[in-house]
């Protein structure tokens, strides 16, 4: 299984601790390679790119409160950024929205971070019918306009 990881220079740091202690999962690192300033829409478009393009399975970006990065995520067709502060919300949003990428924020620790990594790809979406429904109405919206 491939991880997608890609952060601003903010998420810098936090990205390749992540990368570096986390060594039993095959991630991809999409950028940025420095802590220099830098546009995170870039980066959040090459990761949602590599969702869609089907060379990673899940994605985790990064930036400094988590939002932005996910906003931009969330414009590449066929992407599902959840920008999540907690476990919980790692499960909730896989289990309901089959979220396929998780935007965090460069203050959370290490470990909290590789539990909300871990909990990413170990949590299974429900594929409940009002769950579906909706994605599919998120989707449908996505290929009209």
Known sequence: MKIGIASDHRGYELKEKIIATMTD????DLGTNSGESTDYPDYAFLLGEA????????????CGSGIGISIACNKVKGVRCASVKTVDDVVATRQDNNANIIAISEKISLEEAKKMIITLIETKYLNLERHQRRIDKITRYENEH
């Open 25 to 28: 999962y095959d991630f991809i």
């Open 51 to 62: 969702i869609r393009d089907k060379r990673a399975e899940f994605g985790i970006a990064i």
